[in-house]
């Protein structure tokens, strides 16, 4: 089957930082669906996993968030059946999506919705599964819970964003505070959503004491470093900061005189580890689709790059790395 990766990590830029190669069918385990890869997006990890992961056994399939239609099970599938549509955000101990064929536990696959095409769809999974571990674990809030807070996203025009605005403000009662610096940026979280947007180039602190609101909860999608002491300022006692980026470090002592609490969301946790609630995944993905079927949800989806190949990944990976993608971007599948 065709299929698309890298074998040495580096910048986009290098000679050959992609390759089209073909590879072999996967083999199913037990619980997998062999599905036709028909949709794909590209999200930061992808980046981040080509430029600075060496692949184990020669050349890496690149490739996580997809849609797409199941054309084999394995003996112990329960969830699905050959035929069905699916979406899923996959499993980064595994080869990836961009392929014409992936191999996939059915735990951590849905329901594709039937309101938007393969491509469209392959923009949710990572998402929506990262926004609502955020809302629903990490936070420990309850669906109509969180009256009277606040929550502070930084970040709120990128892909985690734009569907943590949505989540909070259709399954909560949080007051939405989403960042965004630039005008097309702050139109895009207040379509989605946000009942105030603030500026990350300048002072949080300073910007919420003027909106006379003082979040609860703080979602650092980026730039975590750099914002760190401001959100300490500013975040109520007894708060509650998730984390997703990558800092080098963080001096969380401060936190310790207002009681916090400090997280990280790493949706890849409970594939990786097996977990025994790894079966939440599907549930959530289900409920993500009929909520996108039903109106609540809408598409993050700001652009179709084109068919799948090496150049218009390429493409995908240097507009990623900009740090300026609004929503997400996909691409329609090999398959």
């Given at each position: 089957?065709?299929?698309?990766?890298?074998?040495?990590?580096?910048?986009?830029t290098?000679?050959k930082?992609l390759?089209?190669f073909?590879?072999?069918?996967?083999?199913?385990?037990?619980?997998?669906?062999?599905?036709?890869?028909?949709g794909?997006?590209?999200?930061?990890?992808?980046?981040?996993?080509?430029?600075?992961?060496?692949?184990?056994?020669?050349?890496?399939?690149?490739?996580?968030?997809?849609?797409?239609?199941?054309?084999?099970?394995?003996?112990?599938?329960?969830?699905?059946?050959?035929?069905?549509?699916v979406?899923?955000?996959?499993?980064?101990?595994?080869?990836?999506?961009?392929a014409?064929?992936?191999?996939?536990?059915?735990?951590?696959?849905?329901?594709?919705?039937?309101?938007?095409?393969?491509?469209?769809?392959?923009?949710?999974?990572?998402?929506?599964?990262?926004?609502?571990?955020?809302?629903?674990?990490?936070?420990?809030?309850?669906?109509?819970?969180?009256?009277?807070?606040?929550?502070?996203?930084?970040?709120?025009?990128?892909?985690?964003?734009?569907?943590?605005?949505?989540l909070?403000?259709?399954?909560?009662?949080?007051?939405?505070?989403?960042?965004?610096?630039?005008?097309?940026?702050?139109?895009?979280?207040q379509?989605?959503?946000?009942?105030?947007?603030?500026?990350?180039?300048?002072?949080?602190?300073e910007?919420?004491?003027?909106?006379?609101?003082?979040?609860?909860?703080?979602?650092?999608?980026?730039?975590?470093?750099?914002?760190?002491?401001?959100?300490?300022?500013?975040?109520?006692?007894?708060?509650?900061?998730?984390?997703?980026?990558?800092?080098?470090?963080?001096?969380?002592k401060?936190?310790k005189?207002?009681?916090?609490?400090?997280?990280?969301?790493?949706?890849?946790?409970?594939?990786?580890f097996?977990?025994?609630?790894?079966?939440?995944?599907?549930?959530?993905?289900?409920?993500?689709?009929?909520?996108?079927?039903?109106?609540?949800l809408?598409?993050?989806?700001?652009?179709?790059?084109?068919i799948?190949?090496?150049?218009?990944?390429?493409?995908?990976?240097?507009?990623?790395?900009?740090g300026?993608?609004?929503?997400?971007?996909?691409?329609?599948?090999?398959?």
């Amino acid at each position: 089957m065709k299929a698309i990766g890298y074998n040495q990590p580096g910048p986009i830029t290098a000679s050959k930082a992609l390759i089209e190669f073909e590879a072999e069918p996967p083999t199913l385990q037990p619980r997998d669906l062999l599905v036709e890869v028909r949709g794909v997006s590209v999200n930061p990890v992808d980046v981040k996993v080509r430029y600075n992961i060496a692949p184990e056994n020669g050349t890496k399939i690149l490739g996580y968030d997809a849609a797409g239609v199941v054309r084999q099970v394995g003996s112990e599938v329960r969830n699905f059946q050959v035929g069905d549509e699916v979406f899923y955000a996959g499993d980064i101990t595994r080869q990836g999506t961009h392929a014409e064929l992936h191999a996939v536990d059915e735990r951590i696959v849905g329901k594709k919705p039937a309101s938007l095409d393969f491509p469209e769809a392959a923009g949710l999974p990572l998402t929506s599964i990262t926004a609502w571990e955020m809302l629903f674990d990490c936070y420990a809030l309850q669906e109509g819970g969180g009256q009277g807070d606040c929550v502070l996203i930084l970040g709120g025009a990128g892909g985690v964003g734009s569907m943590l605005i949505q989540l909070a403000k259709q399954l909560t009662k949080l007051t939405v505070v989403a960042t965004a610096s630039r005008p097309e940026t702050a139109e895009w979280v207040q379509k989605l959503g946000a009942d105030h947007v603030i500026n990350h180039h300048e002072s949080l602190f300073e910007q919420m004491q003027s909106l006379e609101i003082q979040p609860r909860y703080v979602a650092s999608l980026t730039g975590s470093s750099g914002h760190f002491p401001g959100i300490l300022r500013l975040i109520k006692p007894r708060g509650h900061i998730a984390f997703i980026d990558d800092p080098e470090s963080l001096n969380i002592k401060p936190g310790k005189r207002k009681s916090l609490s400090f997280s990280w969301e790493f949706m890849f946790a409970r594939s990786m580890f097996q977990t025994d609630d790894m079966e939440t995944q599907h549930e959530l993905l289900n409920r993500v689709s009929a909520l996108i079927d039903d109106g609540t949800l809408i598409s993050t989806v700001t652009g179709n790059l084109g068919i799948l190949s090496v150049e218009t990944l390429t493409k995908a990976h240097t507009l990623q790395e900009t740090g300026r993608v609004v929503g997400k971007h996909v691409l329609t599948g090999l398959g």
